[in-house]
Nanobody, 122 residues
Framework: QVQLAESGGGSVRAGGSLRLSCAAS????????MGWFRQAPGKEREGVAG????????YYADSVKGRFTISQDNAKNTVHLQMNSLKPEDTAMYYC???????????????WGQGTQVAVSS
């Protein structure tokens, strides 16, 4: 069983930056694609960014392209999400998720973290 532990998040003013981290308890074939979803109150969950832990193609939602960057530290089974130029509409609970590939991750990831709150004020 893979456990995902998120860190980072918090409150920031618009235009500011935050960095989220997600550490997997172990590496498995079934959890090698890791990334972030977010969900704001009253809205559907949205895939934000994802990547294979050992590198390769990355995924970004159109709403965050050019502002967010996902990176990997495969020695630590960890992915980071650097969020710059934050907007009030980025306010949400951010969840780390993992599965074996992008398709599975995007449509129904098996492994999930507990979530970390991001609040951006105007």
């Amino acid at each position: 069983q893979v456990q995902l532990a998120e860190s980072g998040g918090g409150s920031v003013r618009a235009g500011g930056s935050l960095r989220l981290s997600c550490a997997a308890s172990t590496y498995t074939y079934g959890s090698k694609y890791m990334g972030w979803f977010r969900q704001a109150p009253g809205k559907e969950r949205e895939g934000v960014a994802g990547a294979y832990i050992f590198g390769g193609p990355t995924y970004y939602a159109d709403s965050v392209k050019g502002r967010f960057t996902i990176s990997q530290d495969n020695a630590k089974n960890t992915v980071h999400l650097q969020m710059n130029s934050l907007k009030p509409e980025d306010t949400a609970m951010y969840y780390c998720a993992a599965d074996r590939d992008y398709a599975q991750w995007f449509t129904g990831a098996v492994y999930w973290g507990q979530g970390t709150q991001v609040a951006v004020s105007s």
